[in-house]
């Protein structure tokens, strides 16, 4: 096939600031005459649009009785998300207990035909009259469900789902949508569903889009393009890593598959759309776009089309692009303009990546404008054939305004939604292609959910369409009038990526992987100290034995440290004792600035710092850019929490006497850090020491001590005093040394929990004052999945949470739970999806896994999974390279979670079945083993995960999501009473364990009287 070389590649900013956008938009705004036109034919449109009676069919009709803002409507959104696929009746009924327990379901009335409308009214109407016979809709969920869980609500509710699915879902299978047909509407048939996850899925749904286009080509008829009806197609469907850090595979394997399906569609002379994804996935579409397009096996064929979503910055700049591959081709290519509908997931990426902006409009009238200028641009492009799909009747004026020939262009609906609308443009000549999904509907319900929340938020179109309060002057709204002035061209309480977190600290930077000149960048940065020869040692090192660092992915070695011995340590913690009082003396915004600077180095010096972490800790690239953000993200955080906490302030009092509190260090604190992130836990816990007014003697995993003297390095070139901040490298016994010295004045440790005792047994032997201790440790950390559940996204949180960092993360997952009714089905997933990920090179973007921290850990790690094997437990193990310290990710199949009493330290996950009524038991059995730290809960039932908050021990608890990369002082992390000592690491509370609290009172009527209180008698 071709490669795309022909094809110049895509070179767009990849989150422009919006209001260069604005002003480029503004700029080009429809003259008063066009306006007028676009409003007049909108009034009429609207009015198609809206019937008397507002019953107008679909969204529109749900919308109007269940607003999406009220409990009823997020109860129906999640029932028809999860019902369907529950298998069990004791989880279904606790799911429809949970529900409609939250909403006053009883006044809904419901008038009309809207059939939609009346099918979930026929359950919710059902459970209302159950709840008026005496069922309290806020009782205890057991006892809603008692009432609820006849079979007859089952039945009716099962029913209703299916019944709202078959109003957006056009065919369960494609026979049976192409038999569905009308014979004045064009069509583009979708097999839609979740992506892949493993590659039994991809092939699956290559074989359902192929399959697809045989039958729609089979039964097309005699029209010519672009009147025929096609395809659409859904490339991460089509490849379970369709992510941008596996650039290189996808281009390898999903590019002839994508072939093969546009060779079969030419065929047929069929319309092939490729459906648009998430921003960070644009550049490598369009690399496999180029890749196909350009095929010479497709020359003359002008079926192959795209979606392009204007609400994402560069959606011009996409048109474009596609018009010079139309123009290099000599071939008419098709695009369909969409608005975009994965607006709260990509604000949501853009923050967790801590980018320069976002690569989505945060006003929907930026959105709206910049639609229309896509539109403008599109009509200028004779090699393009426009396809607008819109629901707004404003928007579709504006295009109809424009001019052009009714067959220049269609426009696009999504069945089950603008019936009103769509029937006006066809009376108006205008061609209709409805975008039709097809599939089961168990299978469709999520996406439906997504299109309702998509279309019903407020400020939606066809939510306020919906609203009988709304007037038609809101309706008709210009977005260029709207926007006013390029300085409105952003969301007003939505803060950039960079400002999530204030006031307490700014987000560290971070690098969008889907971004290529971003990435690019990185990696120069990186590949500047790649091969760099690193060295460490005490400041008042004695000794001049050197040992080598090996590093764990090839053996090849990263440097030499001198460690400490006894004389050195006792000279550095000397050192350090002197140096605190005039360290603690310091302001506490002196040391917060220094903090602070101390950030801005550790970002600016991202590149060695990401080599180091690679070559020494056999960090992944996603895992040591985190590690970096999370450095800075600490010295930040705990930069701004001292400056209040260590404020003098005034405590109440009677009259004639003065309270002040204040709070100091306590003199040197001790810090074990360890080698599974051996940066940012090593800088978090010296910040936070630091700022406190502390001095320090820091002692870095044995495995990693180069990256904590960079780090240490940093921190003293920031401003911190190089005899306040002692580096001691060494093994357990330099530790063990620390933690007994007489100087010690409180330890900081993050470990395990049987170092983690031996350290509190050694402190309390210590005569003197009674030395604090603030330990963050491990655990069997847990993770509950019930029938309700997503398997895609179990699968997704699961391995990420078992395997990422090759499972050496503190609160990485060891033992999950399934349901015995989804048991085989959703571990087939999660093992499917394990198969796809990479272990190899950790400065190798694409590699998911890297190795285990040393030869110890791995042959630990090779005996017990031997012993399991033996036993026949282990139902999956990867491949693993035969080089260095890798151990493949495994699945251990477990009778009883009780069978594993250890924390495995590695990519092992534990899989154990419970029973759907044995919640509370197995929450218990988790208290059991004695651990705190973190655990997960995968349910739609919002009163299971409260009664997990109110049973489970742990620290953090994770609800529908990963159990690893808790956010500074966000989620702060750490464990209670089970596992560690608390406070979490990167919490409001944290510092407060660093610090004396002296208060000072002054009997301020000593000299014969409270001045203050006399001269407020008036």
Not at 829 to 840: D, F, N, Q, Y
Not at 907 to 914: G, K, R, S
Request: net charge negative; with cysteine.
């Amino acid at each position: 096939m071709s490669e795309g070389r022909l094809l110049a590649p895509f070179a767009a900013p990849y989150a422009e600031d919006d209001a260069q956008i604005a002003a480029r938009l503004l700029a080009r705004r429809p003259d008063p005459g066009a306006r007028d036109a676009t409003e007049a034919l909108a009034r009429e449109l609207v009015a198609a649009s809206r019937p008397q009676g507002l019953l107008i069919g679909g969204i529109e009709d749900f919308l109007r009785e269940f607003s999406l803002t009220s409990r009823e409507g997020l109860a129906v959104m999640a029932l028809a998300e999860s019902l369907l696929r529950v298998p069990d009746d004791e989880t279904l009924d606790r799911l429809l207990a949970d529900k409609l327990a939250v909403g006053d379901f009883a006044h809904h009335r419901i008038a009309g035909d809207a059939l939609l409308v009346q099918a979930c009214a026929f359950a919710l109407g059902l459970s209302a009259r159950l709840f008026e016979e005496g069922a309290s809709p806020h009782g205890a969920a057991e006892s809603v469900a008692r009432r609820l869980g006849l079979p007859a609500l089952r039945l009716a509710a099962k029913q209703a789902m299916r019944l709202m699915g078959a109003h957006f879902v056009f065919g369960e299978t494609i026979e049976n949508a192409l038999s569905r047909r009308a014979p004045h509407l064009r069509y583009s048939f979708d097999m839609l569903g979740e992506a892949a996850r493993t590659q039994e899925d991809a092939e699956r749904y290559f074989e359902a889009y192929a399959h697809a286009i045989e039958a729609v080509g089979g039964a097309a008829g005699a029209q010519a393009l672009p009147e025929r009806p096609g395809v659409s197609v859904k490339l991460s469907a089509l490849h379970p890593r369709y992510e941008a850090i596996s650039r290189e595979r996808v281009l390898a394997e999903l590019a002839p598959r994508l072939l093969d399906l546009a060779r079969l569609a030419r065929e047929h002379d069929l319309a092939f759309t490729i459906d648009a994804e998430e921003a960070d996935r644009l550049e490598l579409s369009l690399d496999v776009m180029a890749r196909v397009v350009a095929d010479p096996s497709l020359k003359g064929w002008e079926g192959f089309g795209l979606a392009v979503q204007a609400y994402q910055k560069r959606a011009e700049a996409v048109i474009d692009h596609v018009a010079g591959w139309a123009k290099t081709l000599n071939r008419r290519l098709m695009l369909r303009l969409v608005k975009g509908a994965y607006w709260d997931l990509e604000i949501k990426r853009a923050q967790e990546r801590g980018l320069a902006d976002y690569p989505v409009f945060t006003r929907k009238a930026m959105t709206d404008a910049n639609y229309l200028a896509c539109a403008a641009r599109l009509f200028a492009e004779p090699m393009l054939f426009p396809q607008f799909a819109t629901h707004n009747a404003m928007t579709a004026a504006a295009i109809l305004a424009q001019g052009a020939k009714p067959e220049s262009f269609e426009f696009q609906r999504l069945h089950g939604m603008g019936e009103g609308l769509y029937g006006l443009l066809l009376q108006k000549g205008a061609a209709v292609r409805v975008y039709a999904p097809v599939g089961k509907h168990r299978d469709l319900l999520a996406y439906l959910v997504r299109r309702l929340i998509e279309n019903g938020a407020n400020s939606s179109y066809v939510a306020r369409l919906a609203d009988p309060h709304c007037g038609i002057e809101d309706l008709l709204e210009d977005p260029f009038a709207a926007l006013g002035r390029p300085e409105n061209a952003r969301h007003r309480h939505l803060p950039l990526p960079k400002d999530l977190y204030r006031p307490l600290r700014s987000n560290s930077d971070g690098v969008e992987f889907g971004d290529q000149k971003a990435l690019s960048a990185l990696l120069v940065e990186i590949d500047a100290s790649r091969g760099a020869k690193f060295f460490a040692q005490p400041a008042s090192a004695s000794m001049t034995q050197k040992r080598a660092i090996h590093s764990p992915f090839d053996g090849t070695r990263v440097g030499d440290v001198i460690e400490a011995d006894a004389a050195s340590l006792d000279v550095a913690m000397a050192a350090a004792h002197r140096a605190f009082s005039a360290w603690g003396a310091q302001p506490a915004e002196t040391r917060a600035q220094i903090l602070e600077r101390a950030a801005a180095l550790i970002e600016s010096r991202r590149g060695r710092l990401i080599a180091l972490l690679q070559s020494e800790g056999g960090k992944t690239l996603d895992d040591a850019l985190a590690e970096v953000r999370e450095a800075a993200d600490y010295c930040r955080y705990y930069a701004n929490v001292a400056r209040e906490l260590m404020r003098e302030r005034a405590l109440p009092g009677p009259t004639g006497e003065e309270n002040r509190l204040r709070h100091v260090g306590r003199g040197v604190f001790v810090c074990i850090s360890p080698w599974n992130f051996p940066l940012a836990i090593f800088v978090g816990q010296i910040a936070a020491a630091l700022v406190a007014g502390n001095a320090v003697a820091a002692k870095p995993a044995e495995q990693t001590p180069l990256i904590g003297f960079e780090a240490v390095a940093l921190l003293r070139e920031a401003g911190v005093p190089a005899d306040a901040l002692q580096f001691l490298p060494g093994d357990g016994a330099v530790g063990a040394s620390l933690v007994a010295h007489e100087l010690t004045a409180g330890v900081v440790f993050t470990g395990s929990v049987a170092v983690a005792q031996e350290i509190n047994r050694a402190l309390a032997k210590k005569p003197g004052p009674i030395v604090p201790l603030i330990a963050e440790t491990g655990g069997i950390n847990a993770m509950i999945v019930d029938s309700t559940a997503l398997f895609e996204h179990v699968a997704d949180d699961v391995c990420a949470s078992a395997f990422r960092s090759a499972g050496q993360r503190c609160s990485a997952l060891r033992l999950l739970y399934l349901q015995e009714e989804i048991f085989d089905a959703c571990l087939a997933t999660i093992v499917g999806a394990a198969k796809e990920l990479r272990l190899g090179d950790p400065g190798d973007p694409a590699t998911h896994i890297g190795p285990v921290i040393d030869r110890g850990a791995k042959a630990a790690l090779d005996d017990y999974l031997a012993r399991r094997r033996a036993e026949g437990s282990v139902v999956y193990t990867g491949a693993a390279p035969g080089q260095g310290c890798f151990v493949a990710p495994h699945v251990v199949r477990l009778s009883s979670g009780r069978e594993l009493n250890q924390e495995i330290f590695g990519p092992v996950l534990h899989v154990a079945p419970w029973r759907a009524g044995d919640f509370d038991s197995l929450v218990a059995e988790i208290m059991a083993a004695n651990y705190g730290l973190t655990i997960g809960l995968h349910s739609r039932i919002e009163a299971r995960a409260k009664r997990l908050a109110a049973l489970a021990p742990a620290g953090n608890i994770y609800i529908n999501r990963t159990m690893i990369g808790a956010v500074v002082g966000s989620q702060p992390f750490g464990g209670f009473n089970l596992s560690g000592t608390g406070p979490k690491a990167g919490g409001a509370d944290y510092l407060r364990r660093f610090v004396r609290e002296i208060t000072v009172t002054t009997n301020t009527a000593a000299l014969g009287g409270d001045l203050r209180l006399w001269a407020s008698e008036e």
